[in-house]
């Protein structure tokens, strides 16, 4: 009888998985972000959460929840029922807190069950004028001539913009001072200034300051060129093959959501953002929309980490 009953149980089981995926969603969904409002992770998450509510029927509810680095949001989220009513938008910090933080209350890889890459945002490499280098080559044989003089502001220890400028450091046989900030705003202010010499400046922010002549762009730090300066060469164009640092968003549930449920957010997000006017909010935050699937993104979550986990530990960086 046992082994009757076993097959007939899974098959039950299963046809309650694609029955409840049907029906999802059927009540309003919780979408958990990790950093402050009216930021770019907001407003990515705030796009997503539009498209959804307009094509389900059923509102997407953005629930911020800064603090630690993103670690308050990700441990809501990890701790909430595994039936895709409580979402995660995981960033570039998500990869990098497990060599952060002695500790965390989850795991990063055996509790979510990622859905997409939705979003990557560009970076840029900017210097003062008075910095006198006009391309990364130059900077690098610049510092070289005086170790420890230099100094590279960042929105704070562990962010992409620090976690950048180590490694240039690391690739460039360098060492240039880090200055960390309460954000990248005032990292921003202090590199045009002239306080800092150089910043890995968000695209948003750094490229008008470089039109209006207050900064000189050296390279964008992902893997192409960004759309809206085609003119400023990659970190590997540059001279650095292989740096890459993007700051990007994504979707994860809990661990043990049902397949159903996780592959048709991804569809629906997807889909989502190949319409204009998402695109649009996107791009205004110097974020290209992205289309992978959860397979890719666990695999990228994996690779970062194993990136990450590496620098962290060369420069010694500690966030507790």
């Not at 209350?105 to 997409?116: G, H, I, N, Q, S």
């Not at 240039?168 to 590199?191: D, F, R, S």
């Given at each position: 009888m046992r082994k009757i009953r076993i097959p007939i149980i899974t098959a039950l089981l299963a046809c309650a998985c694609v029955v409840h995926a049907q029906q999802y969603p059927a009540k309003p969904i919780r979408l958990v972000v990790g950093f402050a409002a009216g930021g770019p992770s907001d407003?990515?998450?705030r796009t997503i959460a539009q498209k959804l509510t307009e094509k389900w029927g059923q509102q997407v509810i953005v629930d911020i929840r800064p603090g630690a680095g993103g670690n308050i949001a990700s441990?809501?989220?990890?701790?909430?029922?595994?039936?895709?009513?409580t979402l995660l938008e995981p960033a570039f910090a998500h990869a990098v807190n497990p060599f952060l933080y002695s500790k965390l209350?989850?795991?990063?890889?055996?509790?979510?069950?990622?859905?997409?890459l939705f979003a990557s945002i560009a970076n840029v490499l900017v210097v003062h004028p008075s910095i006198p280098a006009q391309s990364v080559k130059e900077l690098i044989a610049?510092?070289?001539?005086r170790p420890g003089q230099l100094s590279y502001g960042s929105s704070g220890n562990g962010t992409a913009s620090h976690l950048a400028g180590e490694l240039?450091?690391?690739?460039?046989?360098?060492?240039?001072?880090?200055?960390?900030?309460?954000?990248?705003?005032?990292?921003?202010?202090?590199?045009?200034?002239?306080?800092?010499?150089?910043?890995?400046?968000?695209?948003?922010?750094?490229?008008?300051?470089?039109k209006a002549g207050r900064l000189r762009a050296l390279a964008v730090t992902t893997v192409k060129r960004w759309?809206?300066?085609?003119?400023?060469?990659?970190?590997?164009?540059?001279?650095?093959?292989?740096?890459?640092?993007?700051?990007?968003?994504?979707?994860?549930?809990?661990?043990?959501?049902?397949?159903?449920?996780?592959?048709?957010?991804?569809t629906e997000v997807a889909r989502s953002l190949r319409e204009p006017d998402a695109r649009e909010r996107l791009y205004s935050i110097g974020a290209?929309?992205?289309?992978?699937?959860?397979?890719?993104?666990?695999?990228?979550i994996n690779a970062e980490m194993a990136k990450w986990s590496k620098v962290v530990k060369t420069a010694g960086i500690r966030a507790d």
């Open positions: 407003v990515a998450a441990e809501i989220v990890a701790k909430a029922p595994a039936d895709g009513y209350p989850f795991d990063t890889l055996k509790d979510f069950a990622p859905v997409l610049f510092a070289k001539t240039l450091n690391l690739m460039g046989g360098i060492k240039i001072a880090h200055i960390p900030y309460k954000g990248l705003a005032p990292a921003h202010t202090e590199v045009m200034g002239g306080q800092i010499g150089l910043l890995f400046d968000g695209i948003v922010t750094g490229i008008p300051a470089v759309q809206g300066t085609p003119d400023i060469p990659t970190m590997s164009e540059a001279g650095l093959t292989g740096f890459e640092v993007n700051s990007w968003y994504g979707l994860i549930a809990p661990a043990g959501t049902p397949r159903e449920i996780i592959m048709k957010l991804n290209e929309p992205m289309n992978n699937t959860p397979e890719e993104f666990a695999a990228y």
